[in-house]
């Protein structure tokens, strides 16, 4: 049986429009009342518990990796215990959506989604978060800011985490165990904190022997398909798989084979206790590693065997379904966003490339759907291994992400993290920078920076509101110098900052009592030990949230052309040109056109990516200023997924000629739109040049190539070699579309003839067809470079 037909079917299969599966809501919401009156972190293990030992479970033809999240083949679960609301909004129109659609319910499953949400009605997180929230921040939202991923408006779990699976696959569940019965056995209950402890590592138990149970359960059912199978190759797979799931994920894997088994398993029951996108499976290549260089030499195993395997893997996880309400989504895809991360240094700073890197990338080019991977570059990287990434990202249209190590680690160091966790760092959800299983580094919400420029030229006041939204700053009209208008911006981006991290604090608040997580917690540091839920700061000091800031390059391009114009060049006085973004530039156009030639950022310009640099750098010291719920550290993350286009609708005009309306910049730290004209090599120095040590929640650059110019092999090179010096020089992270502008917008016009071209969003990738026009025209208005 060839493989790659093997895998070509499977893909078939799971290349599908989505559904929605109800099990996981109901079996949830019977166990919470079955036990009403036990304590959350209980509630939530005996939850837990109830769906690993009640969901439906199935094992597809040809399939060696098994274990399903959901009783359908494509599906994301209901979460009503965060969000129930948005369900019963769409429940007749998910299916008739302009884009992420969903496939529609039966009447009778409506009528039982109906029945199941109706008892979270008061009970929910965003019912709780809604509840305490000030009435300022309800009426401020997706002007000063927008909810992120883990906000419980959007329905999801904090996630965003990278689990150490490596203590799975070397201890065994079973062994984790005996580690939380140690510490069973030291606490002393009289101590009411030790109680609270007590009751937590007996959660944790709850849901250890949750998920071996669930395992056994597949075993029991390859088992039985086995007796039944005729074809006697396809029974000595279910006899295999019989006898991994009996194995693992409760003792060590012994073989490659176990631990990817063992590895799905883990990431299916962390998923199923708190489901939510970029759940990340951090470093794979490191901790596989032993398992695959062990087989190989014992001649287990060959090496397409091994990729055949990944490719298995890859195909499993595109099951997998990130359901978000219309209003939340609009186009944002719906990928769980769980990264690999390959590549890098090890601990003790050697190359950690190895053929099992290879190996992934290379079964990227067998599946090419959702699945996601970080390449992590460093000095010593290989021009092979990076040349690969570069080969794979061309064919699958872009879609890899490469970062940094030197500016990672820096980052890291500076977040308080010691050498050798900042050496061990992975990727996860669009571009968390995280220790696995030794840090928790969650996102927050998103916030529009740009409004303290518009602030700071309207006294406070919202050009697109009328409100006074910030401080009174005074009359910009009567600044008589740049500097009084750089005070004033900062004055309310300091005001903005600080007003935007309240909600966020307050769900972190109540993910912690509500909502805790005691499975993912256990494989996290510190959790066991110090009885304390991931959620609740069990990591320590070792706990960030990043704010993810828009509007940076369009502060900058807005500062630096108000600079030339009005106080170097005297070309204008600033009252004119306020009065020219109070007009909307409307018969002010050659103003607007002298505004547009300033200087702008991404052209390797000092002026302006000096003034763009401060603006990112006081942002970042404001906001680690700020204390997070249980000890957190806030970090700026300069990072947008479609809040630029959210926030560019309540911005009025700015300095930089950019019009009331258009979106701001995407990627967080990418030039604005079509303005960065002098090249790739200038677009990354400009970048470069920021501090963006600074910035340890992630900086993301995006970039358009056209196809064409990277047909030769000298011309990958020199990709490689581009990527390499980015990184090298204090860059971030950046990722490409490597896509012509006309191929997609012959996919907006004949979508049905481009159903899988991958398309990098933000710092997601999604199916380019099933994108918001908005979206799809953000993209294709993004500078298309013509050489390398």
């Not at 009605?121 to 997706?142: A, F, I, M, T």
């Not at 240094?345 to 079964?363: G, P, Q, Y």
Request: net charge neutral.
């Amino acid at each position: 049986m060839d493989p790659k037909e093997r895998i070509a079917r499977i893909r078939d299969a799971v290349y599908a429009v989505p559904q929605l599966c109800l099990e996981r809501a109901l079996l949830m919401t019977q166990s919470y009342q079955e036990n009403e009156g036990d304590p959350p972190v209980l509630k939530r293990a005996k939850a837990l518990e109830k769906i690993l030992r009640g969901i439906t479970i199935r094992i597809e033809p040809e399939e060696l990796i098994v274990g399903k999240a959901t009783s359908k083949r494509v599906a994301g679960p209901l979460v009503p215990e965060v969000q129930w609301q948005w369900y019963l909004a769409e429940l007749d129109s998910m299916s008739h959506r302009e884009t992420d659609k969903i496939q529609a319910w039966s009447d009778e499953e409506k009528a039982k989604v109906r029945e199941v949400l109706a008892w979270w009605k008061g009970k929910s997180l965003s019912d709780r978060w809604h509840s305490v929230v000030p009435e300022v921040y309800k009426k401020s939202q997706n002007l000063l800011w927008e909810p992120g991923g883990a906000n419980p408006i959007m329905g999801f779990h904090l996630a965003h985490c990278c689990p150490d699976y490596e203590r799975i696959l070397v201890e065994g569940l079973e062994g984790i165990g005996d580690q939380v019965d140690k510490k069973l056995r030291e606490l002393g209950l009289a101590d009411t904190s030790d109680f609270e402890r007590f009751t937590f590592l007996k959660a944790v138990k709850i849901t250890l022997d949750a998920v071996a149970a669930f395992a056994g359960r597949y075993a029991r059912l390859a088992a039985d398909l086995a007796e039944k199978e005729t074809d006697q190759r396809r029974k000595e797979e279910l006899h295999l798989i019989a006898e991994t799931c009996a194995r693992v994920p409760a003792k060590p894997a012994r073989s490659f084979f176990e631990a990817m088994q063992s590895l799905w398993f883990s990431y299916l029951a962390v998923m199923l206790e708190g489901w939510g996108p970029g759940i990340g499976f951090g470093r794979v290549d490191q901790y596989l590693y032993p398992f695959y260089e062990r087989d190989m030499k014992e001649g287990r195993i060959t090496r397409e065997e091994v990729r055949f395997l990944i490719s298995l893997f890859y195909l499993k996880l595109n099951e997998l379904v990130m359901p978000f309400s219309m209003t939340s989504a609009r186009g944002s895809g719906q990928s769980p966003l769980s990264v690999m991360t390959l590549g890098g240094i090890t601990r003790n700073r050697r190359d950690a490339v190895n053929d099992l890197s290879f190996l992934f990338l290379e079964a990227e080019e067998d599946v090419r759907l959702l699945e996601d991977i970080a390449v992590r570059v460093h000095a010593s990287t290989s021009e092979a291994f990076l040349v690969k990434a570069c080969e794979i990202a061309k064919i699958v249209k872009g879609k890899i992400k490469f970062v940094s190590d030197e500016t990672i680690i820096q980052q890291l160091l500076n977040d308080g993290k010691p050498i050798e966790y900042a050496r061990d760092y992975a990727v996860t959800g669009c571009f968390i920078r995280t220790v696995p299983g030794r840090s928790s580094d969650t996102g927050g919400d998103f916030l529009n920076l740009a409004l303290a420029l518009e602030l700071a030229l309207n006294n406070g006041v919202s050009r697109t509101t009328g409100e006074q939204v910030g401080p009174a700053t005074g009359d910009p009209k009567s600044f008589k110098s740049y500097e009084e208008i750089w005070s004033a911006y900062k004055k309310q981006a300091e005001y903005l900052l600080q007003q935007s991290i309240v909600p966020t604090n307050l769900y972190r608040r109540l993910f912690a009592e509500f909502t805790p997580t005691p499975f993912q917690s256990a494989l996290f540091d510190g959790c066991i030990e110090k009885g304390l839920d991931v959620t609740n700061g069990g990591t320590g000091p070792y706990t960030t949230i990043g704010m993810w800031v828009s509007g940076i390059p369009d502060i900058g391009d807005s500062l630096a052309a108000l600079k030339k114009i009005v106080f170097d060049d005297r070309g204008i006085t600033l009252a004119e040109l306020i009065e020219a973004l109070d007009r909307n530039f409307e018969g002010k156009e050659e103003l607007r056109r002298v505004l547009m030639r300033a200087p702008k950022f991404g052209n390797d310009d000092d002026y302006v990516d000096s003034i763009t640099a401060e603006v990112l750098v006081h942002a970042a010291n404001e906001l680690r200023s700020q204390k997070g719920f249980a000890g957190a550290k806030f970090t700026l993350a300069a990072g947008a997924i479609r809040s630029h286009i959210t926030f560019g609708n309540v911005i009025g005009a700015l300095p930089s000629g950019r019009k009331a309306g258009e979106s701001l910049s995407d990627g967080g730290i990418s030039p604005c739109q079509g303005r960065n004209m002098s090249g790739p090599t200038s677009t990354m120095r400009s970048v470069a040049k920021l501090d963006l040590v600074k910035s340890s929640g992630g900086a993301v650059l995006n970039m358009k190539f056209n196809p064409e110019i990277l047909n030769q092999a000298s011309k990958m090179r020199k990709l490689a070699l581009l990527i390499r010096t980015f990184c090298e020089t204090g860059g971030d992270l950046v990722q490409f579309n490597i896509v012509a502008s006309s191929t997609l917008k012959a996919a907006q016009k004949n979508p049905e003839n481009y159903r899988d071209l991958l398309v990098r969003v933000a710092t997601y990738s999604a199916y380019f067809v099933d994108l918001s026009k908005e979206l799809q025209d953000q993209i294709i208005a993004r500078t298309e470079f013509q050489e390398v």
